[in-house]
């Protein structure tokens, strides 16, 4: 079982940055892959970004790709995002996920990928 705890959330203006933080417990935090969803009002919950188990590897959306920077801190069961220059269209609820499979090597980029989540945190961009 893995249980993960999203924190960092508020309200930022257009062009302001953002980091997040998602603390994992449970199982050996260094061995699964992490993923970062966000779901808006009437929307489905879509990727984000993602990171392999040791780190060396990350996946970005199109639209957030050269602004978002997704990271892990195995020491400390944490993954997190570096959210730059954001724009209203961010505003969303931001998931963390993880996945413990039998293989580690995948890191999926779609929601069924994964198979524990957080409860969320709110990202409010105001324009």
């Known amino acids: 079982q893995v249980q993960l705890v999203e924190s960092g959330g508020g309200l930022v203006q257009a062009g302001g940055s953002l980091r997040l933080s998602c603390a994992a417990s449970?199982?050996?935090?260094?061995?699964?892959?992490m993923g970062w969803f966000r779901q808006a009002p009437g929307l489905e919950r879509e990727f984000v970004a993602a990171?392999?188990?040791?780190?060396?590897?990350?996946y970005y959306s199109d639209s957030v790709k050269g602004r978002f920077t997704i990271s892990r801190d195995n020491a400390k069961n944490t993954v997190y995002l570096q959210m730059n220059s954001l724009k209203p269209e961010d505003t969303a609820v931001y998931y963390c996920a993880a996945r413990l499979s039998v293989s580690r090597v995948v890191v999926p980029t779609t929601p069924e990928g994964y198979n524990y989540w957080g409860q969320g945190t709110q990202v409010t961009v105001s324009s």
């Open positions: 990171i392999s188990w040791s780190g060396g590897t990350t």
């Open positions: 449970g199982r050996t935090f260094s061995s699964y892959p």
